[in-house]
């Protein structure tokens, strides 16, 4: 199975050099499952033909706004809509979850609460699951077609799953604590204070569930898959 990374932002150049970029983040990820894989900087404005070019999609993060005036955001938006009535499964990532929600008719903001940063626990059907959170944009309404799976008291939508078939998530699995740590030392007192910086990274974890929303995610692609060569 063909797993087409659309990659909607640019991670920090440091952040890069030590450790990769978005593609190669879910590359790891999701190694061991049989899955290939192609690349497409959309954020760059470079797109796949077709939908059908990939037997699933999968959208990056981003550190642009789903909602900012920027020409790969309407492109990527009818993208994921096409993606959806040719019912080829697309999952999304942090920004990718935002753009997901946005395009099939729900709303993204920049959030009044602030940022979430750090290891959050995530209420993900009764499980309690910690991942990396790395984000001020939220979701605030959700489409009418989704259903919500993971929340916070912070964060309501924070994975939805829909019907198209579609998933997606606000944290970043992606992220080792090693990566989530640097990003968050890289971008104090700039994006959020020294202080929020510092609370953050004295949550960090050694481990979190990464390996357990790699297996949603594996499993997720793989029955939208069988489901459609039926």
Not at 9 to 35: I, N, R, S
Not at 133 to 151: G, K, R, W, Y
Not at 166 to 182: C, G, N, V
Request: with cysteine.
């Amino acid at each position: 199975m063909k797993i087409g990374i659309l990659q909607a932002g640019h991670l920090p150049p440091d952040l890069v050099k030590a450790h990769c970029d978005y593609p190669e983040m879910y590359m790891q990820l999701l190694d061991g499952y049989a899955f290939d894989f192609d690349s497409y900087l959309v954020v760059d404005g470079e797109f796949p033909a077709s939908v059908h070019e990939a037997d699933g999609w999968l959208i990056s993060g981003s550190r642009h706004g789903a909602y900012e005036d920027l020409p790969f955001i309407p492109t990527l938006e009818a993208f994921i809509r096409d993606a959806y009535k040719a019912q080829v499964p697309v999952v999304g990532i942090c920004f990718g979850h935002q753009i997901m929600a946005k395009a099939l008719g729900g709303k993204v903001e920049k959030f009044s609460g602030g940022w979430d940063l750090g290891h959050t626990d995530y209420d993900f059907d009764g499980r309690k699951v910690t991942l990396g959170a790395f984000h001020q944009d939220q979701v605030v309404e959700a489409p009418q077609d989704a259903e919500i799976i993971a929340s916070t008291d912070f964060c309501k939508f924070a994975g939805l799953a829909y019907s198209g078939p579609a998933l997606s998530f606000q944290p970043h699995p992606e992220y080792t604590p090693a990566i989530l740590e640097d990003l968050i030392r890289l971008r104090a007192g700039q994006s959020f204070t020294q202080e929020q910086a510092k609370q953050a990274l004295n949550g960090l974890k050694d481990e979190d569930d990464t390996k357990r929303m790699a297996d949603e995610i594996a499993t997720f692609f793989k029955k939208a898959h069988a489901a459609k060569a039926v």
